[in-house]
């Protein structure tokens, strides 16, 4: 168990040495984060400029779900995508050889070997979003609510990378797969509003497909203090299938690659 | 002249024939840019129906009408962004090109407008899909439907040749990305690509017909909608045409001043 830890502990050091390299991104990325929340907040006070509610969420309940939904497009942008990004270039070329030859499990392996440091600007700029919206609620944040937000929010994170996983382990099938990723990152914006919002059939598609309603929406609900036991149970149920399903999944496509020059 | 059109018409079939090549790609990703529309269709349609079925004028059958046609007009707005230009210079794809008997403008404008034919045909039976589906609020009228015909085009050419010419900035600086990713925020929010037009607060409404962004977008989709007279129209034509000579005016006179600075990267 400790050699899984320290590797990562490893791989994240690599990370940031190498990043530090490029410190010009850090005020780039500032940048970028500061126009697309500017962006998403504008199309708030929009919204809220001809309504007081939608779907049953208010201007400030709504800023905790973008803030959520910010820092879950961050974390899939710091480190899931980037080594989904290596793994299918792995596979593509042949050198995924060299990740399977290595006394480690692979799936742990080609999960933390990339790291975007700079991206947690978007972290710390959700979580600034978060905070003031719940400052404009006034409402007193209890330990039990920082507790349930925390769990929701790692669950969300594992749930949104084992769907990613998921759809890579189709590239052992099909080489080409990157605008299968194209169509999730967009189905994912859908995300920025609470899932009660969207028509049946939508709602289901993000539920159980796309589980942001699970990844983004719970979480936002345990911060807001509006989250019901049940919907925690089952985004913890769901979590743990789709982990399992991967799990399932990664085992049949490493019996099915065969490297690329064989 | 003849000439010309017909180095256009060879040079599109060709990019036509290669991008028909990739079929699944092309669909993944027109169905991908379908769903920035749809989540504004829902935030808006919610609104309106709350507020007793209309919003600043906008019923849910003329939103669905709005971001039905969006879908059309954002693919007639793909142009080649300063992003792309910034990659050409600093990977030194630019100077091959400068070797070719033609202007670059010219191979980009007809990759451009094959582009535009190969999205449209995909667009198509997901649009009439779209329309009897929804059962939006569009113009039946022929007259407006050729004036919407004419005016996406013009807004193609229109806004086309405006970022070809921001991109022009790589000739000073290949460190464009921060400012231009402002000024497309600004476009987003003020060209109706966010919103319609009459949802902006007002004093954002008038400062939006100065700039170029909404004659590019919010202005085609009003007119299928059926919100403008044949006069506003036609005088949004008008407009759409100025700023077309406005930006070529401005392209010339930048390519012109920053192709002498120009040496390759890596010479």
């Known amino acids: ?262 | 002249m003849k000439q010309l059109w017909s180095v256009y018409r060879a040079l599109t079939s060709v990019s036509v024939q290669l991008m028909l090549q990739y079929r699944l790609t092309n669909l993944f990703w027109l169905l991908g840019m379908l769903f920035e529309p749809c989540i504004s269709l829902v935030v808006w349609s919610t609104v309106a129906t709350q507020n007793g079925g209309e919003v600043a004028g906008y019923t849910t059958a003329s939103l669905t009408g709005y971001y039905i046609a969006w879908t059309l007009v954002r693919q007639w707005n793909i142009a080649l962004t300063p992003f792309g230009f910034e990659q050409r210079v600093r990977h030194g794809q630019l100077s091959p090109l400068l070797l070719r008997p033609l202007h670059p403008f010219h191979y980009d404008l007809a990759d451009f407008i094959a582009l535009r034919i190969v999205g449209t045909l995909y667009w198509l039976p997901i649009g009439i899909v779209m329309v009897a589906w929804l059962q939006p609020d569009l113009s039946h009228d022929p007259l407006t439907i050729l004036l919407f015909c004419v005016s996406l085009v013009f807004s193609f050419l229109m806004r086309f040749v405006f970022v070809y010419a921001l991109g022009m900035a790589v000739f000073w600086t290949t460190r464009v990305s921060a400012i231009f990713n402002l000024y497309f925020a600004l476009e987003t929010i003020l060209s109706g690509r966010l919103v319609p037009q009459a949802l902006l607060p007002s004093w954002a409404q008038q400062i939006a017909v100065w700039l170029p962004f909404r004659w590019s977008f919010g202005f085609p989709i009003e007119i299928i909608i059926g919100k403008l007279s044949i006069a506003e129209i036609l005088q949004g034509m008008g407009i759409q045409v100025l700023w077309g000579m406005i930006a070529t005016v401005a392209f010339v006179t930048l390519w012109n001043a920053g192709i002498k600075r120009y040496s390759a990267v890596g010479a």
């Open chain 1, 1 to 262: 168990m400790t050699r899984y830890v320290t590797l990562a502990w490893h791989y994240v050091r690599l990370a940031v040495m190498h990043e530090v390299q490029y410190r010009i991104n850090f005020f780039l990325q500032i940048i970028e984060a500061l126009i697309a929340l500017g962006t998403a907040l504008v199309v708030l006070a929009l919204v809220y400029a001809h309504t007081d509610q939608l779907g049953g969420w208010y201007h400030d309940e709504l800023q905790a779900l973008l803030g959520v939904f910010t820092i879950m497009m961050a974390i899939l942008r710091m480190s899931i995508q980037p080594n989904i990004e290596r793994l299918i270039g792995d596979i593509q070329q042949g050198s995924f050889d060299f990740v399977l030859v290595k006394p480690i499990d692979a799936q742990w392996q080609v999960s933390i070997r990339e790291l975007r440091i700079w991206q947690s600007v978007d972290v710390i700029a959700g979580g600034v979003v978060i905070v003031h919206a719940l400052w404009n609620l006034g409402e007193r944040i209890t330990w039990q609510h920082a507790v349930l937000f925390g769990i929701t929010l790692g669950n969300g994170m594992l749930l949104i990378y084992a769907v990613w996983m998921l759809i890579s382990c189709i590239a052992f099938w099909v080489i080409r797969i990157d605008n299968i990723f194209e169509l999730f990152d967009n189905v994912a914006s859908a995300g920025r509003l609470p899932v009660n919002v969207y028509p049946a059939w939508v709602r289901i598609v993000l539920t159980y497909v796309v589980p942001v309603a699970f990844a983004v929406t719970v979480p936002a609900q345990a911060i807001t203090a509006r989250l019901d036991m049940p919907s925690l149970y089952l985004q913890t149920a769901v979590t743990l299938t789709f982990l399992v399903a991967l799990r399932g999944v990664w085992r049949r496509a490493l019996v099915r690659y065969s490297g690329a020059s064989a």
